[in-house]
């Protein structure tokens, strides 16, 4: 009886063997973020800690897998796992309630009951330059890469999405003008600096301010001809981050026919089989130079991009006949074959990253859902 009134959490550790390394998933969720900040994560996405067990929670064992299916769960329960990154996430669509009826909200039930957390990446370790696009990149051979769609820095030391700047003589005019944009909301480092234009003194007015103050700011300066004549407007730019972004454009360090990139692919991803489709005017034997890749579904991310193969795990019927009919081949390998193979190396990664606090495992039971019969 002293047993059943012990924590769920005690009863759990109570079968495994002992262990000398554990994180806090306070500690732990934070330290994930750092390997890839969701902040690169497509704005549609779901991403982060989706399942949080009562705190305290110590983690030990962390199970990998693509998509976090019932199976999978009952895996990650037979092996004690605390935590499951499930780099699909599991919670996309709003739950209105957690009941017995759906599988998604079983595992939420199941995740709870036993204490286990669940964490999802997605799209951020799509952006990352060790991620699932870089891994999938390494299949072609020799290449050099850059993102399709670059990254922006996740946050800029200025604020505000436009710059204005003019010149004005230092007048009791130019102090009603200052005073009029400081009631504009949304103005932000208004600056002052006296200059020499033209052998005249003057005043070089700057400042910071939303889409909706420029309106405001502009319609104030055009009341005055002159100051509107030399006004400038600047449109503020986050930095591209480097090698960070939505899918890939390698570069063959040396071109290998469209076979031989077929065959590279199936061994890479340990594949069987894969779907081709030859683009008008070549034939298997045609070079490759160029390769636009993304990891899971491409269409939107490889549209319109010149290359001479587009390597996706699926794209819609009319997207592969597009691509066909401009001459480029398509590979076309099932969503998940196109990411599950990256979270070996994300095993080996995490250690690092994590020093080797925490067991690291992967899924037996998470697999494709398609098979060729």
């Known amino acids: 009886m002293l047993l059943l009134c012990r924590p769920l959490h005690r009863i759990r550790a109570a079968g495994r063997p002992p262990s000398r390394c554990l994180m806090n998933l306070k500690e732990l969720v934070p330290a994930l973020n750092d390997f890839a900040s969701l902040s690169l994560a497509e704005s549609w996405d779901n991403v ?16 990998l897998t693509n998509d976090l299916t019932e199976p999978v769960m009952e895996e990650a329960v037979q092996k004690n796992a605390d935590l499951i990154l499930s780099y699909h996430p599991p919670i996309f669509a709003p739950l209105k309630r957690v009941t017995w009826r759906t599988w998604k909200e079983r595992l939420v039930v199941r995740a709870l009951e036993h204490r286990i957390g669940i964490y999802s990446p997605h799209t951020a370790y799509d952006a990352v330059p060790h991620g699932v696009n870089n891994w999938l990149s390494k299949g072609l051979g020799a290449c050099t890469s850059v993102p399709l769609h670059p990254s922006t820095a996740p946050s800029h030391p200025t604020e505000g999405t436009h710059r204005v700047e003019f010149c004005a003589d230092t007048t009791e005019h130019l102090e009603i003008v200052l005073s009029k944009i400081k009631d504009i909301p949304e103005v932000f480092c208004l600056t002052t ?27 104030l300066l055009s009341q005055d001809s002159l100051l509107y004549q030399r006004t400038e407007i600047l449109l503020l730019q986050k930095p591209l981050l480097p090698h960070t972004g939505m899918g890939r454009l390698c570069t063959l360090s040396e ?4 076979s031989d990139i077929t065959e590279r692919i199936k061994s890479h991803l340990k594949l069987p089989h894969v779907r081709l489709a030859v683009g ?4 298997l034997d ?6 636009a890749l993304c990891a899971g579904s491409g269409s939107s991310v490889l549209k319109g991009v010149e290359a001479d193969l587009y390597l996706t795990g699926e794209m819609s019927h009319h997207d592969v006949l597009d691509a066909v009919a401009n001459g480029i081949s398509v590979i076309l390998c099932e969503h998940s074959n196109t990411e599950r193979g990256f979270l070996s190396e994300l095993r080996d990664t995490l250690t690092i990253h994590l020093q ?7 899924s037996e039971k998470d697999r494709d859902p398609l098979q060729v019969v």
């Open 48 to 63: 982060g800690l989706l399942v949080e067990p009562s705190p305290p929670h110590a983690v030990r064992t962390l199970l």
């Open 193 to 219: 600096l006296p200059v020499r234009v033209d052998g005249e003194e003057q005043t070089r007015v700057s400042l910071n301010c939303s889409q909706k103050a420029l309106l405001e700011v502009v319609a």
């Open 255 to 258: 071109p290998a026919s469209l």
């Open 280 to 283: 008008t005017g070549k034939t």
């Open 286 to 291: 045609s070079p490759v130079k160029k390769a």
């Open 356 to 362: 080797n606090k925490i067991n690291i495992i992967l």
